[in-house]
């Protein structure tokens, strides 16, 4: 559909615009601070993703993450909050945020502080690789046996 190219794009001009901008994979970005061995390297890797003028962070939902991974991103989203732009891309509905942080306690409190000041882009369209595989299967001709 194009989530990732409309990300990218925005960055892109953000950048151009002489914004900082940080775009990852939204399990990267936590995989990354979970494998951090104590709290005050949490911290310093935390500025990575609080510091930049704009956060992308795309993929959101295709991985379940744990209650650990949630309070990370509340507390990336938290200290963003009314201060700098994040951008998540996402198939998902805001009530089905809770499937991918199972029994995550701030959830209710992450989805607010992101959906505040939120612009929401539906994209109603057919999968943009589904559509190009099927393009690509219908050129292809079965060879004929004589």
Aim: charge should be positive; proline fraction near 5%; charged fraction near 25%.
């Amino acid at each position: 559909m194009g989530k990732t190219t409309i990300a990218q794009n925005i960055g892109l001009a953000a950048l151009k615009s002489g914004h900082t901008v940080r775009f990852s994979t939204l399990p990267l970005a936590l995989a990354d601070l979970l494998k951090q061995e104590s709290l005050p390297a949490i911290e310093r890797r935390m500025k990575r993703y609080t510091t930049p003028d704009l956060l992308i962070l795309d993929e959101f939902g295709y991985v379940p993450l744990d209650s650990r991974a949630a309070d990370l991103f509340f507390n990336i989203i938290s200290r963003r909050h009314e201060c700098r732009s994040v951008v998540i891309t996402t198939n998902l509905p805001f009530k089905a945020w809770g499937d991918v942080f199972p029994g995550a306690a701030g959830l209710g409190a992450l989805i607010d502080r992101f959906a505040e000041h939120c612009h929401v882009v539906d994209i109603v369209a057919d999968s943009y690789r589904q559509r190009n595989a099927k393009k690509a299967r219908s050129k292809k001709t079965p060879a004929r046996r004589r």
